[in-house]
């Protein structure tokens, strides 16, 4: 998936989860990040951080570090966090389907 079309697929998904837990209090909402290296994910972090918790809801996260089998180690343990839903930016997204 080229950069531009990941960026889009995050982008809607941010929105999505973002409107769902805004209606739902005491939510825990994972984010997956491919690579947090990347400066823009940086402030994306930010704003979604921020988001989160103006609407009393706890943020976790986790960066795969480019690596594949890491990243489903890393929804697994959101997963088992007790996240309730999931924003993913997937480094492989047919490596993630097991989880």
Same mark, same amino acid.
């Given at each position: @998936?080229?950069?531009? $079309?990941?960026?889009?697929?995050?982008? !809607?998904? @941010?929105?999505?989860?973002? #409107?769902?837990? $805004? =209606? #739902? /209090?005491? /939510? !825990?909402?994972? !984010?997956? &990040?491919?690579?947090? =290296?990347?400066?823009? &994910?940086? +402030?994306?972090?930010?704003? @979604? /951080?921020?988001?989160?918790?103006? $609407?009393?809801?706890?943020?976790?996260?986790?960066?795969? =570090?480019?690596?594949?089998? /890491? =990243?489903? +180690?890393? !929804?697994?343990?959101?997963?088992?966090?007790?996240?309730?839903?999931?924003?993913?930016?997937?480094?492989?997204?047919?490596?993630?389907?097991? #989880?």
């Amino acid at each position: @998936m080229n950069r531009f $079309a990941a960026a889009i697929l995050a982008g !809607v998904a @941010m929105s999505l989860t973002l #409107a769902s837990a $805004a =209606q #739902a /209090k005491d /939510k !825990v909402i994972g !984010v997956s &990040w491919s690579n947090f =290296q990347e400066e823009r &994910w940086k +402030t994306d972090e930010a704003a @979604m /951080k921020a988001a989160i918790e103006a $609407a009393g809801d706890k943020y976790i996260s986790a960066d795969a =570090q480019s690596n594949p089998g /890491k =990243q489903l +180690t890393d !929804v697994e343990s959101l997963i088992s966090q007790g996240a309730n839903a999931l924003i993913i930016l997937a480094q492989d997204a047919s490596a993630i389907g097991p #989880a």
